[in-house]
């Protein structure tokens, strides 16, 4: 094909982007992408994570720690779960934390009667709505559920404390039973309803069409809580937000039921693209990564390697096209900033996909002088001995040393690239925790 | 407020539900969620991985591995990355796999002569289109893009073999410009189009819009590219299927730069939901577990804790109410079936929040007798056990023998439970490699 017949391709002229590109669309006009607020599920949850154990103290821990990072509310295992389960939700609610605290309960008398006594700001009454849950769990049917939820609602509000109904199974429900159940708690004066996508199934365009629907019935808060068994929790909850919802359920590191819920670090990474002020604002970012290690230590997990924020590569640049654009300009490979969540990029040149850019910014933090010419011919070099075996920092810098003696270069000081002080140098051979200190 | 206010909830009378509620969306008639493929980039977008240095041998297992698994292609590193690279592609293309090959190169003559000689099936061309790639990393304005891409893929074509157009950082560049150039290369036949969200900053109903759009545009299959940084990689390629795309760019446990892209087992997760016959009679998803195995020691990380199907918790029941009801019917708390994926589920009732119906089936599994009044006994003196120290197994049995001894029910064989092939019991003190032995 000759050039005449390919179409001319114009530069857009459109003036500068606007300010956020990731923001709200401005399609979704009850978008709460700008002013969710969020219920973390530690330690109710995440109580029923597999490997869960918490004790008082880890609990009183966990719980300082969640109010301190910012979150809105803390809700805790139901105090008729067990005794000690009682005492612990005393005991928090005596706290004074900032963030409210709810408990969560079967939506039963015996256990309003009891949480209602704990001191909590607030009970958080579940329960099953759909055929299975109906059918295998309780086995009551719908007039049975709102009949017992006006008993237990206006029970709860009579002690003038926040009450939030929700169904468990949302998406397995029957629409029309749902929003018949949901209008009916709406009138009587629920603060909020809740939508569970308790096994995981639902996807993000189903979430909106939910969620949108259910904000055309109710004049309450929206919250929801969605379940990761496919991998949709962090996307789900944005896209509840965008349809209108109001408040999101989460868990350090996402630990619950099965492969848990929408994670708290993991939202945050989404939440800080589309609405950066409002995050960095409410949220104490730099604290997500003693948080996660505060949880995984007690639940005795690793932190996952690919964990969003706080996963040991989450801002490591490896390929040559990579590391060259990045020194140029971070924002080119990065959506996210380390320095929001107080950690720091990494540029990984010791290995065979490098690139002679990301080498001429390590011969600059050696302090050596080599032409772009030279830098392309010991980048040759070290990739020759990358396609042999993995490298390491020092195998990279002996043989950029051995070469800048031999090219004898006039030792003169060079200008460091600009984001020197935003990169650490890693190499291939050793554990992340070790790379940073083995860096430069 | 009295009864009569109260507006009656009549049970639905609609039939039985279709025979999968989560499948496609029947408004998606480009939907794609029922006849997608998969190209597998662990071999390219992989080797990006901080830790990745796979040897020739090495990379041969994981191409055979994912070729028996049913991938459609697979991706390798670009041949003028190294000389190494080369030749290991030379090497992966004799071995005469049913997966297509693939190559991976930048938009430049100089790397497209070097593919088409390795003997791949296809060449996958990209070039950056955003703003900040066309500042940072090769410098070139859209017109220079569409003519070296036309040059490139009539070089391509004119060797017989597949070629496929992306841009990069789709997300970020104009829609203008992005539907131009698509246009542009699709008149002159490639095989696929590729959408990259190269930084992770896309969201499903973006990614939805866009597939749409440049559905409208072009005639040729639509590749989707989804990097992880903030949590929305496989709902992004769930939603980019809804829209039309056809091909999804997956990596085993989505290792690549920084977070890495869309998981091929969390994909696997997403779309057995909702395409099971499709997904079960394409791939083996027993071989899920054993791909993640082979990749994590090649790059020397562990499964993520919570990995879609193999994180060690994914089929793990822990609350009690959970616990009765997937004793009476699996799928009230999973949407996804182990057995599936050649593993099993777990019941975890050696912990304070179990039920007395977990207590009830380790009685059945210990072939004891008691009454549900005796059984709900036990379980009391259970969680109170389980209130001052974590619970293993031996505790949990020897309370229930003790017990059991007392009363000295007349020992008759019991009716198990349903389950029982398909469960098996753990606790909470031990990995969970050791549980399963422990378990009986």
Tied chains: 1, 2.
Excluded at 95 to 117: F, Q
Excluded at 288 to 317: K, M, Q, S, Y
Excluded at 402 to 414: F, G, I, R, W
Aim: aromatic content about 6%; hydrophobic content about 35%; glycine content about 6%.
């Amino acid at each position: 094909m000759s050039g005449q017949e390919f179409q001319q391709v114009t530069e857009s002229t459109a003036g500068p982007a606007k300010p956020n590109p990731y923001g709200p669309n401005p399609a979704d006009y009850l978008s709460n992408v700008s002013n969710f607020q969020l219920i973390d599920s530690t330690l109710r949850e995440g109580e029923q994570f597999a490997n869960a154990f918490f004790t008082t103290e880890k609990k009183i821990e966990i719980a300082k720690a969640l109010d301190d990072f910012g979150v809105d509310y803390i809700e805790l295992t139901s105090p008729v779960a067990s005794e000690q389960s009682r005492e612990d939700c005393e005991a928090i609610c005596k706290l004074g934390l900032k963030a409210k605290i709810l408990t969560h309960i079967r939506c039963h008398m015996d256990d309003a009667k009891v949480a209602v006594e704990t001191g909590v700001d607030g009970v958080d009454v579940v329960i099953g709505t759909s055929k299975f849950l109906r059918q295998y769990s309780h086995g009551k049917d719908m007039n049975y559920i709102a009949k017992s939820a006006i008993e237990v609602i206006e029970f709860v509000k009579s002690k003038g404390i926040e009450i939030r109904f929700s169904s468990e199974d949302s998406f397995r429900s029957d629409l029309v039973d749902l929003l018949n159940i949901y209008k009916t708690v709406d009138k009587i004066g629920v603060n909020r309803v809740g939508i569970a996508d308790t096994v995981g199934c639902a996807n993000p365009r189903q979430v909106y069409e939910l969620v949108r629907t259910l904000k055309s019935v109710v004049s309450c808060d929206i919250e929801c809580h969605f379940h990761n068994d496919t991998g949709c929790a962090i996307s789900n909850a944005y896209t509840a937000l965008e349809g209108g919802a109001r408040l999101i359920d989460v868990s350090v590191l996402g630990i619950g039921e099965r492969n848990g819920i929408t994670p708290l670090g993991g939202l945050m990474a989404r939440m800080i693209v589309a609405s950066p002020d409002y995050v960095k604002s409410k949220y104490k970012l730099h604290k997500i990564r003693d948080i996660e290690n505060l949880v995984a230590e007690a639940v005795e997990v690793n932190i996952p390697f690919n964990n969003p924020i706080t996963g040991f590569c989450a801002f490591t640049h490896k390929a040559g096209i990579h590391a060259k654009a990045i020194l140029a300009n971070p924002s080119t490979y990065e959506i996210l900033n380390p320095h929001d969540f107080g950690l720091k990029r990494y540029i990984h040149f010791a290995n065979r996909l490098t690139g002679w850019n990301a080498i001429k910014s390590r011969v600059d933090q050696l302090n050596l002088n080599l032409t772009d010419a030279q830098c392309k011919e010991v980048t040759t070099k070290i990739k020759k001995l990358g396609d042999i075996r993995p490298l390491n920092i020092d195998d990279v810098d002996s043989i950029i040393k051995d070469y800048h003696a031999e090219v004898s270069t006039p030792q003169l000081k060079s200008i460091s690239s600009g984001n020197d002080e935003d990169l650490e140098a890693i190499d291939a051979g050793e554990p992340v925790s070790k790379k940073a200190k083995t860096s430069n």
